[in-house]
């Protein structure tokens, strides 16, 4: 590829060069910021080095270019076309790819934070150990994408389809998930989910277990067939949530609140759910072993049938519930009734158990 100095100099010197057709050129390290380039051409060119900061290239066709360590921060990139470019170590930081195509691009290590991905095609594309950072996806398909180190800190994916995408070490600290498909994804290598927003997911593939979800916000999720353990839920709110044939072990859920709840036949091991909220909860078949319900508030919640509960569970229960929920020990002589503000062990057998308050 030969530098044609005399169409450098031509671009240099034109500030809008809208249609115009500059395919197959080495333009590396030229500076065209602020230029106006509405449907210019610039196939298969070398971009490398380029200075294209506040340029509009609505609807520009870069596909196949090399725009490698380019800068492109606060470009107006909308429904351009960059098939199979290569935008490593690109700076497109507060650039606008609303609608772009960017399938088999290598946005591998690529500055993205606060760019508007709305509606753009990043199906198959390399983002490897990019940052976007409050960036905006929304109805963006990233299906079989490499999001290995990619970083999501407080990035907005709202209906984001990741359907075979490479999770790993991936980083959502601080991100929102709204409708995201995370069916056949989620290597989950990821742990730190610190602090999420997450909505309309079928996680029955999933394993959760080991995660940080401390501060997260779950909604209309279901689960089934779990064994989940070791997490962390604290102060996590959970809302329409259905849970079925599981089991929870060593889960720490301290003061989370659970609106409309159903858990049917699961198993609560090794549970902290101090001052835990329960709100329109539904229990059908559950087990609680060594379960710490310390100041746990129940407010029209509904038990379907007894909650079998093991001897060395610990309770409490908050005096504000208004209703009774029948807990019940899975030993015959032994039978846990919750009424108001506590609960009252009663033995049938030993008369010395009789009326012990269990805490």
């Known amino acids: 590829m030969k530098r044609n100095e005399k169409i450098i100099e031509k671009i240099r010197n034109e500030k809008d060069l809208s249609y115009q057709i500059l395919s197959n050129l080495d333009l590396s390290s030229v500076n065209l910021s602020g230029k106006t380039l509405i449907g210019t051409k610039f196939k298969n060119s070398n971009l490398t080095g380029v200075n294209l900061r506040n340029a509009i290239l609505i609807h520009a066709n870069l596909s196949c270019a090399n725009l490698e360590n380019a800068d492109l921060t606060n ?15 690109t700076n497109l930081s507060d650039a606008n790819l609303s609608g ?22 990043l199906k198959y594309t390399n983002l490897s150990n990019a940052n976007l950072e409050h960036a905006v996806l929304k109805d963006v398909d990233i299906r079989y994408t490499d999001l290995h180190n990619t970083n999501f800190n407080n990035a907005i994916l709202e209906r984001v389809d990741i359907d075979q995408a490479t999770i790993l070490h991936t980083n959502f600290t ?23 927003e997450i909505r309309n997911k079928n996680l029955f593939k999933y394993d959760l277990s080991g995660f940080d979800l401390s501060n997260t916000k779950l909604y209309k999720i279901a689960l089934k067939n779990k064994t989940i ?12 949530i259905q849970l079925f044939q599981s089991e929870l072990i060593n889960i720490n ?17 090794n549970i902290n759910l101090k001052n835990a909220t329960f709100y329109k909860c539904k229990f059908d078949n559950v087990k609680l072993d060594n379960v710490n ?16 509960v093991d001897l060395n569970t610990y309770y409490t229960i908050s005096p504000d519930i208004e209703k009774k929920y029948k807990f019940k ?14 609960l009252i062990v009663k033995n049938k057998i030993n008369e010395r158990l009789n009326a012990i308050e269990l805490y």
């Open 75 to 89: 470009t107006k990139l909308t429904k351009a076309d960059l098939y199979n470019a290569n935008l490593e170590h």
């Open 100 to 121: 772009a195509i960017l399938r088999h691009a290598n946005l591998s290590g690529a500055n993205l934070s606060e760019t508007n991905l709305t509606k753009t095609d």
């Open 174 to 196: 601080d991100a929102k998930l709204i409708d995201v498909d995370l069916d056949k994804a989620f290597d989950l290598e990821t742990k730190n989910l610190h602090e999420k």
């Open 229 to 240: 353990s070791n997490s962390n839920l604290k102060n996590a709110k959970l809302k329409s």
């Open 253 to 269: 859920l301290e003061s989370a609140t659970f609106d409309h709840i159903f858990l049917s036949s699961v198993l609560l091991k």
């Open 293 to 308: 319900m310390q100041n746990v508030q129940m407010e029209d919640c509904i038990v379907h049938e007894d909650i079998l």
């Open 329 to 342: 020990c899975p030993y015959e002589n032994i039978n846990i009734i919750a009424k108001l503000d506590k």
